[in-house]
């Protein structure tokens, strides 16, 4: 919009010319413009069109806030409202429905594309991510082609003989326009506006007031007034109301910063200063560059946009909504006034309008003005504050003059979600203070929850913690039979990804995988998105595959922003029956937990139902999108036999190099970071093996007594008698059995039966093919090391995986929820010792179970 620029690279594949946002040929505004009117108008305030329109936009805003009050309402630019924002907006050009969730998969892409899109004359922000840019611009066009159908569809007739040129269509040309709006001047301005209103009602920063005090001419102003208090000391609107308050919202915090335009325009790539200013004609008759050269980094023609001009002026029009002259001598204090001042108002662009100029056809006002008033109007009549609690951080809430008016997102919780127990707590690490007496004030909820009657169903854990400690007699939950459907196979459920969330993970995995293979490493797209430490080893190309990038991407990105779970997250039961449930070859696992382990919440929650999953939903949406084909369609490299790379050389790991040791280079991956309330990533480490027994390069055999009969082969271990050397052995842990599962090309096969003797100590392994190694052997350390990595693989794969967590948790956690009432006693105790099974059960499916996840990319076995 003039205060800064944007580069032309996105545009660039929509079938426009220019390569512009919100910048047309004026051939190509006359012949848009009346179908913007017609989109974006209201009618006649007594007009069927207008009944229509309010209807629509309050019914939106009234199932907006009903389901927000369940959920909480996160007031902030990457906010609830932003996504609602594009659902209202879609519905208004498009006649069509689309869910909230849709919107906030549309408010990442959006704000993805903004990040990028900005730049300056100087360092355009393309530069420092050049490997993200051909992807987001397929994506790009890809979203205009599937407009213009609709836009065929509705505004044709209105279309119809007229010239875009040297646009592909005027249908394109509209698509490519409505795109702008919901990007930008609707979907941004509407976001701003709502959020700096709601705000408002609710800021408690001081001081109060406006920092100019009646002083309308303030040079160089303090940096203190870049964060000054709630401007609206009142903090309150009466009924009838609403539209003067969303009015000064609007003149206040004017959302858009200027319309600027050039005295000297300027020069097009290729072309001179007089060659350019030729293509500039009265009568509507001006011509854009000509496309013509080639820019190799960008793969599109040589544009010029925004160097070489003169005379860049921009009209300020925050400046001039404040000005006294047109609203009075306290036009910088925010106050609600009569509605009769707004006609000075220039935030719409009001004063760019003409009749007599083509018809009204080269107007540049704001042609959504009447729906913007609407919308904002009807949200602050149908917003109740009552409904809100005041949020615990609300003294945190400062205010600017500038284009983002508040300082601070912060999250809304309703009445009923605090009576509940359900109240969003303020940020951990920002605000540790009130998260504490946030999470205290939870806890007496629940407490005093326990025994009440009518509040049964919000029982948990803590309410076993309550009754110990006498503050609560009843620990009874009343009964609730679910209902669901039959089993769904694991390769559909991964294709209940909504195809837009896939779409957008395709173009940033595919980004991520482009940069990995161009520059060898993605360290610079880690960095970016707060994905990798400064100084943490860098993933080289001769290390890791693409796979292995997105796995380490994705899990430290989801791992990041979860938090430990502590004893009072375990709820207690309130509902039996049946339940969904997924299934792979003959595993069938329950998709739902109907004691709400990890229940998904606010946006996955929305996710979810947009692919038709029930309440308690165990899996987060982005991770089943992120397991999908995308993930697994990566091609599978071992290179063993490759000397040139995959090398702990390469990783600079041993003897005089910066690592030690294999296991340092893993945990140099994982030490530099934290889970979301600062907890060390990876678990503190409380047997230190190598400590213990690794002696001079050498693994002592101390290391296979503790492993076998104290550790995690202790389950595996069995008599036995058998001579060997004059020495009686007593004890074997067989793993002969699993030599005859094939491994793929390099690996070596499993096996070993590791014998020990009556003290405990290892003394012989029999190899798969019957070879007796002895610990006198030069093979000794070699048949330890594989009869180790045999066990770990097996009791991870077999014992661990299969058996207790398919086998045992699943059936356990699955039968009891299905048959016992929530009061049965055994359902009681299995409800804490079945905690989080099938929610842990499901996800495995997915990361561990499939084909070419995880787990049959680490472990060797060929059919795996």
Same mark, same amino acid.
């Given at each position: ?140 066009? *890809? ?191 925010? *106050? ?119 509040? *049964? ?370 359902? *009681? ?36």
């Amino acid at each position: 919009l003039g205060t800064g620029f944007l580069s032309p690279y996105l545009w660039s594949s929509r079938g426009i010319d220019p390569f512009a946002a919100l910048g047309v040929e004026p051939n190509q505004h006359a012949a848009v413009r009346p179908a913007l009117e017609k989109m974006w108008g209201t009618g006649g305030k007594n007009s069927a069109e207008y009944r229509r329109t309010e209807d629509m936009v309050r019914a939106s805003i009234q199932e907006f806030l009903a389901d927000r009050r369940k959920n909480g309402l996160k007031v902030d630019m990457l906010g609830d409202v932003m996504a609602w924002a594009h659902q209202v907006l879609y519905k208004k050009a498009f006649k069509r429905d689309i869910t909230l969730m849709e919107g906030k998969v549309f408010m990442v892409f959006q704000l993805l594309y903004l990040g990028l899109a900005l730049q300056s004359d100087t360092e355009p922000v393309l530069a420092k991510v050049p490997f993200l840019l051909p992807t987001l611009r397929q994506q790009v066009a *890809r979203i205009v082609r599937s407009y213009e159908p609709i836009v065929q569809e509705m505004y044709a007739d209105d279309l119809d003989g007229l010239d875009c040129s040297p646009s592909t269509s005027c249908v394109t040309q509209l698509a490519s326009a409505i795109l702008d709006a919901f990007l930008l001047a609707g979907g941004v301005s509407l976001t701003v506006s709502i959020n700096a209103g709601i705000a408002l009602l609710y800021s408690t920063a001081e001081p109060m007031g406006t920092p100019y005090s009646g002083n309308e001419e303030v040079e160089n102003p303090p940096d203190s007034w870049l964060a000054w208090g709630n401007p609206f000391p009142d903090m309150a609107y009466e009924h009838g109301q609403e539209l003067q308050f969303y009015w000064e919202v609007l003149r206040y915090f004017a959302p858009v910063g200027s319309v600027a335009s050039w005295t000297k325009p300027v020069t097009c790539a290729g072309l001179s200063e007089d060659q350019t200013k030729a293509l500039l004609k009265d009568g509507g008759a001006s011509q854009p560059c000509p496309l013509e050269g080639y820019n190799l980094p960008q793969d599109i023609p040589r544009v010029n946009q925004y160097t070489g001009g003169a005379g860049h002026i921009f009209p300020v029009l925050p400046v001039a909504m404040r000005d006294p002259a047109k609203f009075g001598p306290d036009a910088n204090s925010f *106050r609600i006034r009569e509605l009769e001042v707004y006609k000075w108002s220039v935030g719409f662009g009001e004063m760019a309008e003409s009749s007599k100029v083509a018809n009204g056809k080269m107007n540049r006002s704001c042609p959504g003005k009447s729906f913007t008033l609407m919308v904002g109007s009807l949200f602050f009549e149908e917003f109740n504050k009552q409904d809100w609690a005041a949020p615990r951080d609300s003294m945190n809430i400062t205010f600017s003059q500038g284009s983002k008016p508040f300082h601070m997102g912060f999250t809304l919780s309703s009445q009923a979600m605090v009576a509940e127990c359900k109240e969003i707590c303020p940020s951990a690490l920002k605000f540790p203070e009130l998260h504490q007496a946030c999470t205290a004030a939870k806890q007496r909820c629940h407490c005093d929850s326990c025994g009440a009657e009518k509040n *049964r169903l919000l029982g948990s854990w803590s309410c076993v913690q309550c009754a110990l400690s006498g503050r609560t007699r009843e620990l009874v939950a009343s009964p609730k039979p679910w209902g669901g459907e039959g089993p769904r196979p694991a390769f559909a459920e991964l294709a209940r990804c909504p195809a837009l969330l896939a779409e957008l993970l395709n173009v940033a995995g595919g980004a991520a995988v482009q940069a990995y293979q161009e520059s060898g490493t993605p360290t610079a797209l880690l960095e970016l998105l707060n994905a990798k430490a400064k100084g943490s080893p860098v993933l080289w190309k001769n290390l890791v595959d693409p796979f292995a990038v997105l796995f380490y991407f994705s899990l430290k990105m989801t791992i990041s922003a979860k938090s430990a779970s502590h004893s009072d997250s375990i709820a207690a039961p309130s509902l039996y029956g049946s339940f969904e449930t997924m299934t792979y070859g003959d595993l069938t696992v329950p998709v739902v937990d109907l004691d709400g382990y990890e229940a998904t919440k606010l946006f996955d929650s929305e996710l979810m139902e947009l692919m038709g999953s029930p309440p308690n939903h165990v899996k987060s949406v982005l991770q089943v999108c992120l397991a999908g084909p995308f993930m697994m369609g990566q091609e599978k490299h071992d290179w063993l036999e490759d000397h040139a790379r995959n090398t702990w050389a390469q990783a600079s790991v041993g003897l005089g190099r910066t690592l030690l040791r294999k296991k340092d280079w893993i945990m140099s991956l994982w030490a530099p970071y934290t889970l979301a309330d600062d907890v060390a990533m990876w678990p503190k480490t409380e047997v230190d093996f190598a400590q213990l027994f690794l002696k001079a390069d050498l693994w002592d055999d101390g290391l296979e007594q503790a492993i076998a009969f104290s550790s995690i082969g202790t389950h595996r271990l069995e008599t036995t008698k058998r001579d060997f050397g004059g020495e009686q052995l007593h004890f074997v842990v067989s793993l002969n059995a699993f030599a005859s599962l094939e491994v793929r090309p390099g690996f070596g096969r499993y096996g070993g039966d590791m014998y020990f003797s009556e003290a405990g100590m290892p003394v012989l392994v029999v190899t798969p093919d019957g070879t007796e190694v002895s610990h006198a052997s030069k093979d000794w350390q070699y048949w330890k090391f594989v009869w180790r990595s045999s066990l770990v693989s097996i009791v991870t794969l077999q014992d661990h995986l299969h058996m207790a967590h398919y086998k045992v948790a699943n059936v356990l956690a699955a039968s009891s929820r299905r048959e016992l009432q929530p009061d049965h006693p055994a359902r *009681r105790v299995l409800t804490v010792f079945t905690w989080g099974s099938i929610g842990i059960n499901y996800k495995s499916m997915f990361a561990l179970s499939l084909k070419d996840s995880a787990l049959s990319r680490t472990m060797p076995v060929k059919a795996f």
